[in-house]
């Protein structure tokens, strides 16, 4: 139903996208709903139109645009995301989220599963964790952002700890490195072993840290078949944001060095663990939101 394909993305690499799906035959039809109750595109949402005359004039747009586009047998919706957190207790899982569906896990500023916030949240309070604050959400499963609209009404970016972060895989892995070291924290605030904080008790921290929104975040490597993609930085939570900097070939090899380097930290390899440790260990935020150290053992942050 959106004026176009990939709309978080900016501008370019919209349209870039776009472009490539009309070089290979893909038709496109937008500001259109996917089906309805006579199985045709609508712009009036799921259920009847307001206007069957409307109806007809979109179903000849989508159906007989070409003599060769046939009349399809099923339409099959592949947008967005939905959670799949059944397994959680439902005092943790929101009532509204991403794409507007619910089920999403709660989370405080150290990413520990929290119960549901109640109305009048602000701000300044931390999310009551769920039973001792035990489990972690990290990545797709969890709300993605905390702010004041939790209670209710349209998100207000100006009034949040923590704004929408992408559901990606850099930032999911980034905030299991987070939960890691918060783990590590709580185990040695309760008197388990000082872990990687044994050989400098000194610096051990005396609390668990807040989690941030990584810079890697706004990087989206879009995958436009074995031979073409494109590559965003800088994006963020406003609609449009960042820069298309890599395409064509060139992206594509370059997603192709990212998958292949990845498979390579997975299987414990020497190559992949050296790239990769450090993409989640940088010394500084090369742009976004975060503190200066994000090593976390650092007691400035």
Same mark, same amino acid.
């Given at each position: 139903?959106?004026?176009?394909?990939?709309?978080?993305? #900016?501008?370019?690499?919209?349209?870039?996208?776009? =472009?490539?799906?009309?070089?290979?035959?893909?038709?496109?039809?937008?500001?259109?709903?996917?089906?309805?109750?006579?199985?045709?595109?609508?712009?009036?949402?799921?259920?009847?139109?307001?206007?069957?005359?409307?109806?007809?004039? /979109?179903?000849?747009?989508?159906?007989?645009?070409?003599?060769?586009?046939?009349? !399809?047998?099923?339409?099959?919706?592949?947008?967005?995301?939905? %959670?799949?957190?059944?397994?959680?207790?439902?005092?943790?899982?929101?009532?509204?989220? %991403?794409?507007? *569906? &619910?089920?999403?896990?709660?989370?405080?500023?150290?990413?520990?599963?929290?119960?549901? @916030?109640?109305?009048?949240?602000?701000?300044? =309070?931390?999310?009551?964790?769920?039973?001792?604050?035990?489990?972690?959400?990290?990545?797709?499963?969890?709300?993605?952002?905390?702010?004041?609209?939790?209670?209710?009404?349209?998100?207000?970016?100006?009034?949040?700890?923590? @704004? %929408?972060?992408?559901?990606?895989?850099?930032?999911?892995?980034?905030?299991?490195?987070?939960?890691?070291?918060?783990?590590?924290?709580?185990?040695?605030?309760?008197? +388990?072993?000082?872990?990687?904080?044994?050989?400098?008790?000194?610096?051990?921290?005396? &609390?668990?840290?807040? *989690?941030?929104? %990584?810079? +890697?975040?706004?990087?989206?490597? *879009?995958?436009?078949?074995?031979?073409?993609?494109?590559?965003?930085?800088?994006?963020?939570?406003?609609?449009? &944001?960042?820069?298309?900097?890599?395409?064509?070939?060139?992206?594509?090899? /370059?997603?192709?060095?990212?998958? !292949? *380097?990845?498979?390579?930290?997975?299987?414990?390899?020497?190559?992949?663990?050296?790239?990769?440790?450090?993409?989640?260990? !940088?010394?500084?935020?090369?742009?976004?939101?975060?503190?200066?150290? #994000?090593?976390?053992?650092? @007691?400035?942050?």
């Amino acid at each position: 139903m959106a004026p176009r394909c990939l709309g978080p993305l #900016p501008e370019a690499g919209a349209e870039y996208c776009n =472009e490539y799906m009309e070089s290979v035959g893909i038709k496109q039809f937008y500001g259109k709903c996917a089906w309805n109750m006579a199985g045709y595109p609508t712009k009036f949402g799921f259920g009847q139109p307001e206007d069957w005359s409307l109806l007809e004039l /979109q179903k000849s747009d989508f159906y007989e645009k070409g003599a060769s586009t046939p009349k !399809t047998s099923s339409i099959w919706v592949c947008i967005g995301v939905k %959670p799949s957190n059944h397994y959680m207790p439902e005092a943790v899982l929101s009532r509204d989220g %991403p794409m507007g *569906t &619910s089920g999403w896990i709660h989370m405080n500023q150290y990413l520990q599963a929290s119960r549901r @916030p109640q109305q009048g949240f602000k701000l300044a =309070e931390v999310l009551v964790p769920y039973k001792r604050g035990d489990v972690f959400a990290v990545g797709d499963c969890n709300y993605g952002c905390i702010g004041e609209f939790q209670t209710g009404g349209p998100p207000d970016l100006s009034k949040m700890i923590l @704004p %929408p972060v992408p559901k990606i895989s850099y930032p999911g892995e980034e905030q299991a490195m987070h939960a890691c070291v918060n783990l590590k924290i709580r185990n040695a605030l309760e008197g +388990g072993s000082n872990g990687c904080f044994g050989c400098l008790p000194c610096c051990q921290p005396k &609390s668990m840290k807040a *989690t941030w929104w %990584p810079w +890697g975040a706004g990087m989206f490597a *879009t995958s436009l078949g074995p031979h073409d993609a494109c590559f965003i930085v800088a994006a963020n939570e406003n609609k449009g &944001s960042g820069f298309m900097v890599n395409w064509w070939y060139p992206a594509a090899i /370059q997603k192709e060095i990212i998958e !292949t *380097t990845k498979v390579d930290e997975m299987k414990d390899n020497c190559i992949g663990i050296l790239i990769w440790h450090f993409v989640h260990h !940088t010394p500084v935020n090369c742009w976004g939101r975060g503190p200066c150290v #994000p090593c976390q053992c650092c @007691p400035v942050c």
